[in-house]
């Protein structure tokens, strides 16, 4: 994975050199004549040997485009192999980010291991935690556990919080190291108390799953309100919908829940602004309020939301004119390369339809995107990535797509990292190599992705280019989930019903469901459906399950249609037994070919009760359907 350089101590190093003050009415001015002055400084100090202007000199050339600094790696390692001969451990850590991405130099990861390691003796806490990643993974250097917790260890020593969750971490799932969940809780403890969100949530995690500590919903609420509190915008969200719809941990309480869906659509998490934007909309729990509510929907797009992109798309496609339309048709296709089944519906419908203008703008918006991204913007080149591979305006090119998306992910993407795993792992434009795509996953795993560690579990549970390794896939999979990602929470509840590795427990599989249910997930809103019918892991609520069934077929969900369908056919369920409404279920499945829902709809036949009202079915046949379906991945 590709670092970020860390400017932290930019500002506090040039003061430190240049302490000056220089008069002028216009801020813009004195602001541009300052930059100069201190670059000129900067430079005469750097040549007269001062090493923290040596560094801050390594700094500007790597950043560029700064008063005239020109981005020049090659310059930059210059200075910053000056700055180390004064044993700057700053300047180290850059010389081993420098190698780390192949910045002015070739990728050379037992090269950046040297100047990690240079750099962690001069005390530098996050060059210490690099080496102790780069051990604990073998990348570039032989894998050493021991010697990753060593330097994880120094890292903590000097307060890195990051260090102490990860060494946690290490203890708790027993991986590389031998298990001690005592140790574990200790760093775990020690990081979530110095700030680390991360470490919280994990602890509430643990509290809530039981596993090697009691269950202690007291302990599960504490961890989690002190990881929202810390930031975290996973456990906002969490504690939102806690809130929100009342839960064992909080009562119902719909300003907390918009105040939490706020800090965290706030801390970029889209399904919060999501979640926000309707509340605000609808009025629910709060004053109605539609430009607030359409602000956080926008934003929730923007962060990648599918129904929220959906919203948008509908939204625009209401308005006249042509910029709002193309807006409305560039929403709809980004929720349906997610798989929103209402935006794959209504982007076939616009091929369909196509409008020249909005045609002939989208080609010179191409034009402006490629020139950014021939630029050098990593964005654009993501987004250039994505147009080649969903072939909305461009002719497929799976080739081209995956030239992109390496460009955006030599520049440290994480999304590129991602989607150029997939093309790797499935060989689409270039040769399959499910080894380099293992390598993307991880690459992106490391730095948090949740995308990246649902594809790194599923590799690791298939034993697929990796050795095989379920409790690493079991953890990847918590590790996703713990970020709301929807399809890791499905996989857990399948894993935690079939007791495929893990003990089966089907209240933890009811409860992974849910969470993967209200962010939208058909599949897991079928089988918690499925449990609230048959009273698995949950009390039966047949009214439960017909709403999450209900939620499941506004996506035409054939599954969901079929046994909404079963549910009022029932005679069984006196209080909600409708034969016509089951008939309209059965025919929206079969509208859409469903032989199964044909079946269903043929044997409707009305028996006559004793005073003659047609009041219930007779059996339904036999299908190749369970009529108690086992929960889909």
Same mark, same amino acid.
């Given at each position: 994975?590709?670092?970020?350089?860390?400017?932290?101590?930019f500002?506090?190093?040039?003061?430190?050199?240049l302490?000056?003050?220089?008069?002028?009415?216009?801020?813009?001015?004195?602001?541009?004549?300052?930059a100069?002055y201190?670059?000129?400084?900067?430079?005469?100090?750097?040549?007269?040997?001062?090493?923290?202007?040596?560094?801050?000199?390594?700094?500007?050339y790597?950043?560029?485009?700064?008063?005239?600094?020109?981005?020049?790696?090659?310059?930059?390692?210059?200075?910053?192999?000056?700055?180390?001969?004064?044993?700057?451990?700053?300047a180290?850590?850059?010389?081993?980010?420098?190698?780390?991405n +192949?910045?002015? /130099? #070739?990728? &050379?990861?037992? *090269?950046? %291991? $040297?100047?990690?390691? !240079?750099? @962690?003796?001069?005390?530098? =806490?996050?060059?210490?935690?690099?080496l102790?990643?780069?051990?604990?993974?073998?990348?570039?250097?032989?894998?050493n556990?021991?010697?990753?917790?060593?330097?994880?260890?120094?890292?903590a020593?000097?307060?890195?919080?990051e260090?102490?969750?990860?060494?946690g971490?290490?203890?708790?799932?027993?991986?590389?190291?031998s298990s001690?969940?005592?140790?574990?809780?200790?760093?775990?403890?020690?990081?979530?108390?110095?700030?680390?969100?991360?470490?919280?949530?994990?602890?509430?995690?643990f509290?809530?799953? +039981?596993?090697? /500590? #009691?269950? &202690?919903?007291? *302990?599960? %609420? $504490?961890?989690?309100? !002190?990881? @929202?509190?810390?930031?975290? =915008?996973?456990?906002?969200a969490?504690?939102?919908?806690?809130?929100?719809?009342?839960?064992y941990l909080?009562?119902?309480?719909?300003?907390?829940?918009?105040?939490?869906?706020?800090?965290?659509?706030k801390?970029?998490?889209?399904?919060?602004?999501?979640?926000?934007?309707?509340?605000?909309?609808?009025?629910?729990?709060?004053?109605?309020?539609?430009?607030?509510g359409f602000y956080?929907?926008?934003?929730?797009?923007?962060?990648?939301?599918?129904?929220?992109?959906?919203?948008m798309?509908?939204?625009?496609?209401?308005?006249?004119?042509?910029? &709002?339309?193309? *807006?409305?048709?560039?929403?709809?296709?980004?929720? @349906?390369?997610?798989?929103?089944?209402?935006?794959?519906?209504?982007?076939?419908?616009?091929?369909?339809?196509?409008?020249?203008?909005?045609?002939?703008?989208?080609?010179?918006?191409?034009?402006?995107?490629r020139?950014?991204?021939?630029?050098?913007?990593?964005e654009?080149?993501?987004l250039?990535?994505?147009?080649?591979?969903?072939?909305?305006?461009?002719?497929?090119d799976?080739?081209?797509s995956?030239?992109?998306?390496?460009?955006?992910?030599?520049?440290g993407?994480?999304?590129?990292?991602?989607?150029?795993?997939?093309?790797?792992?499935?060989?689409?434009?270039?040769?399959q190599?499910? *080894?380099?795509?293992a390598?993307?996953?991880?690459? @992106?795993?490391?730095?948090?992705?949740?995308?990246?560690?649902?594809?790194m579990?599923?590799?690791?549970?298939?034993g697929e280019?990796?050795?095989?390794d379920?409790k690493?896939?079991?953890?990847?999979?918590?590790?996703?989930?713990?970020?709301?990602n929807?399809?890791?929470?499905?996989?857990l509840?399948s894993l935690?019903?079939?007791?495929?590795?893990?003990?089966?427990?089907?209240?933890?599989?009811t409860?992974?469901?849910r969470?993967?249910?209200?962010s939208?997930?058909?599949?897991?809103?079928?089988?918690l459906?499925?449990?609230?019918l048959?009273?698995?892991?949950?009390?039966?609520?047949?009214?439960?399950?017909?709403y999450?069934?209900?939620?499941?077929?506004?996506?035409?969900?054939?599954k969901?249609?079929?046994n909404?369908?079963?549910?009022y056919?029932?005679?069984?369920?006196?209080?909600i037994?409708?034969?016509?409404?089951?008939?309209d279920?059965f025919?929206?499945?079969?509208?859409?070919?469903s032989?199964?829902?044909?079946?269903?709809?043929?044997?409707?036949?009305?028996?006559?009760?004793?005073?003659?009202?047609?009041?219930k079915t007779?059996?339904?046949p036999?299908?190749?359907e369970?009529?108690?379906?086992?929960?889909?991945?």
């Amino acid at each position: 994975m590709k670092r970020s350089l860390s400017y932290a101590s930019f500002l506090r190093r040039s003061l430190a050199i240049l302490p000056f003050l220089l008069p002028c009415s216009s801020k813009t001015y004195a602001s541009m004549a300052i930059a100069k002055y201190q670059i000129e400084n900067i430079k005469n100090a750097a040549l007269r040997g001062d090493y923290n202007a040596e560094y801050l000199l390594g700094n500007l050339y790597s950043k560029g485009n700064v008063e005239g600094i020109p981005k020049d790696f090659h310059l930059a390692l210059h200075w910053y192999q000056e700055a180390t001969k004064n044993h700057d451990g700053y300047a180290a850590q850059m010389i081993g980010l420098l190698y780390y991405n +192949g910045d002015g /130099v #070739p990728i &050379d990861i037992a *090269k950046a %291991a $040297y100047w990690y390691q !240079k750099a @962690a003796q001069e005390g530098n =806490a996050n060059a210490a935690r690099e080496l102790a990643t780069l051990y604990i993974n073998g990348e570039g250097i032989p894998k050493n556990p021991e010697r990753s917790v060593y330097w994880y260890e120094q890292a903590a020593k000097l307060g890195d919080s990051e260090s102490c969750r990860r060494l946690g971490m290490l203890y708790w799932t027993g991986e590389d190291i031998s298990s001690n969940k005592k140790e574990a809780l200790h760093w775990l403890e020690k990081a979530a108390n110095i700030g680390n969100w991360s470490a919280s949530m994990s602890l509430a995690s643990f509290y809530h799953d +039981g596993d090697a /500590v #009691p269950v &202690d919903n007291k *302990k599960e %609420a $504490y961890w989690l309100k !002190k990881s @929202a509190e810390q930031g975290g =915008a996973p456990t906002q969200a969490i504690i939102a919908t806690h809130y929100y719809y009342g839960s064992y941990l909080f009562p119902v309480d719909k300003k907390k829940a918009i105040y939490w869906y706020e800090q965290a659509a706030k801390n970029y998490h889209g399904y919060a602004a999501q979640r926000l934007g309707v509340i605000y909309y609808n009025g629910d729990g709060i004053k109605p309020d539609k430009e607030k509510g359409f602000y956080w929907l926008k934003r929730a797009a923007e962060l990648g939301d599918a129904e929220a992109q959906r919203i948008m798309g509908l939204s625009y496609q209401k308005v006249d004119s042509i910029e &709002d339309r193309e *807006k409305g048709e560039f929403w709809l296709k980004n929720a @349906a390369v997610q798989g929103d089944e209402e935006a794959k519906k209504w982007v076939s419908h616009l091929y369909k339809n196509k409008d020249p203008q909005i045609t002939e703008s989208h080609l010179s918006a191409l034009a402006d995107l490629r020139k950014k991204a021939e630029s050098g913007d990593k964005e654009a080149q993501y987004l250039l990535a994505l147009e080649y591979y969903k072939a909305a305006h461009l002719p497929q090119d799976y080739i081209q797509s995956a030239y992109w998306f390496q460009k955006a992910a030599d520049q440290g993407d994480i999304k590129a990292k991602v989607n150029l795993g997939a093309l790797y792992y499935q060989g689409k434009g270039v040769t399959q190599d499910p *080894k380099q795509a293992a390598t993307l996953f991880q690459q @992106a795993a490391d730095q948090n992705d949740p995308t990246g560690q649902l594809f790194m579990g599923i590799l690791y549970e298939e034993g697929e280019a990796i050795s095989k390794d379920t409790k690493k896939a079991l953890n990847l999979y918590k590790q996703a989930a713990d970020q709301n990602n929807a399809n890791a929470e499905l996989i857990l509840g399948s894993l935690y019903y079939e007791g495929k590795i893990v003990p089966p427990n089907f209240k933890k599989s009811t409860d992974f469901y849910r969470k993967a249910a209200r962010s939208g997930n058909i599949r897991a809103q079928c089988n918690l459906a499925d449990a609230y019918l048959n009273g698995i892991g949950v009390k039966k609520d047949v009214e439960a399950a017909i709403y999450w069934l209900q939620q499941a077929a506004k996506s035409d969900d054939i599954k969901a249609e079929i046994n909404l369908g079963k549910i009022y056919a029932d005679p069984k369920n006196q209080e909600i037994f409708a034969l016509d409404t089951a008939k309209d279920w059965f025919k929206k499945a079969a509208d859409q070919g469903s032989e199964d829902a044909k079946n269903y709809l043929a044997s409707l036949t009305p028996v006559e009760t004793p005073n003659g009202t047609p009041s219930k079915t007779e059996s339904l046949p036999q299908t190749t359907e369970d009529n108690q379906a086992k929960p889909e991945s």
